[in-house]
Nanobody, 123 residues
């Protein structure tokens, strides 16, 4: 079992920044690929970014490339999502997810999920 706890969400103005954190604990959490997904009201869960278990592979959805950065601190079993140049369309609940093996860009392969943290970007 892997437990994931997100933090860092909140309210930001357009053009501002927020940093999300996802603390992982449990069995071999450091050997899992980690990802961030988001879900806006009335929409499906959307891939945002992922990082491989060693931190050397990162994936992003096009709409956040150049604005968001995913990273992980293996020693702390924590994954971060630095979000810069925020836009109102980034407003969503952001979820952290984990899976053994390589990162994926769809939700289904991820076995473990956090409870979500809400991000609201005002214009």
């Amino acid at each position: 079992q892997v437990q994931l706890v997100e933090s860092g969400g909140g309210l930001a103005q357009a053009g501002g920044s927020l940093r999300l954190s996802c603390a992982a604990s449990g069995h071999t959490a450091s050997s899992y690929s980690m990802a961030w997904f988001r879900q806006a009201p009335g929409k499906g869960r959307e891939f945002v970014a992922a990082v491989g278990y060693s931190g050397d592979v990162t994936l992003y959805t096009k709409s956040v490339e150049g604005r968001f950065t995913i990273s992980r601190d293996v020693a702390k079993d924590t994954v971060y999502l630095q979000m810069n140049s925020l836009k109102p369309e980034d407003t969503a609940v952001y979820y952290c997810a984990a899976r053994p093996g390589n990162p994926a860009v769809v939700p289904a392969p991820y076995e473990y999920w956090g409870q979500g943290t809400e991000v609201t970007v005002s214009s």
